[in-house]
């Protein structure tokens, strides 16, 4: 089946900081490639999504690419502020004939930006 | 939009009592997801339906959990007889189900915490 790996379970940085958290993937499919946020009480919402291979999604100032080579999805931004502390899951669905498919997860990487 | 609504936001059960959870998809949105996020097991899907119908039921325990989707503005998540182990926050999520394979986000409520005494 589909799996998702994140090995950073905590990250702490400073404000200006560099972020980088690795991701890779394992399935059979095509896949769209996701970073979730998920912040304190809330549910996991989308931060950027790529469907098609050695491409690059971007928002926010976070960026990913999905690498097929590698079979890599890392999330990364140039400068972190203390608003971006939150949990970060990477993810995956496979492509479907028609419509949505259920998502697999990451275990998450718990992000903590010190002022 | 209100996004995606989940009822109750907090549910505290005995051990061997019965809950029943809710969510509204957002208007319009034809498929609804049901996922489970505990500490030690992460974010794990449970359930779909698609137009009301049940596509894929994978991830539901064998026993004591059921989801339904009586109509297309809400579908509830019953689990009989709880346990400790149900104890977790509980995840609804809809999308758009377009043809053509196209990933439409899907978007979550901010889930049901569940506590089993």
């Known amino acids: 089946g589909d799996s998702v790996t994140q090995k950073q379970g905590q990250v702490t940085l400073s404000e200006d900081d560099f972020l980088f958290i690795n991701c890779t993937y394992s399935?059979?499919?095509?896949?769209?490639l996701l970073w979730y946020v998920q912040y304190l009480g809330q549910g996991p919402q989308l931060l950027l999504k790529v469907t098609t291979a050695n491409n690059k999604g971007i928002s926010r100032g976070f960026e990913a690419t999905y690498d097929k080579g590698t079979t890599s999805f890392h999330l990364q931004k140039a400068s972190v502020q203390e608003s971006d502390s939150a949990v970060y899951f990477c993810a995956l669905v496979p492509l479907a004939n028609y419509g949505n498919e259920k998502i697999t997860f990451g275990a998450g990487t718990k992000l903590t930006i010190k002022p | 939009n209100a996004g995606v609504i989940q009822t109750p936001r907090h549910k505290v059960t005995g051990k061997g009592q019965e809950a029943t959870l809710w969510c509204e998809p957002i208007s319009g949105h034809s498929a609804v997801f049901w996922y489970r996020q505990t500490i030690v097991q992460g974010l794990e899907f449970l359930t779909y339906?698609?137009?009301?119908?049940?596509?894929?039921d994978s991830g539901m325990p064998k026993e004591r959990f059921s989801a339904q989707m009586p109509n297309q503005s809400h579908s509830t998540l019953k689990i009989q007889s709880t346990q400790p182990q149900d104890s977790a926050v509980y995840l609804c999520?809809?999308?758009?189900?377009?043809?053509?394979?196209?990933?439409?986000?899907?978007?979550f409520g901010p889930g049901t915490r569940l506590l089993v005494l």
């Open positions: 399935t059979t499919t095509y896949p769209t």
């Open positions: 999520a809809s999308s758009l189900d377009r043809a053509g394979g196209a990933q439409d986000t899907q978007y």
């Open positions: 339906f698609r137009n009301q119908a049940p596509i894929d």
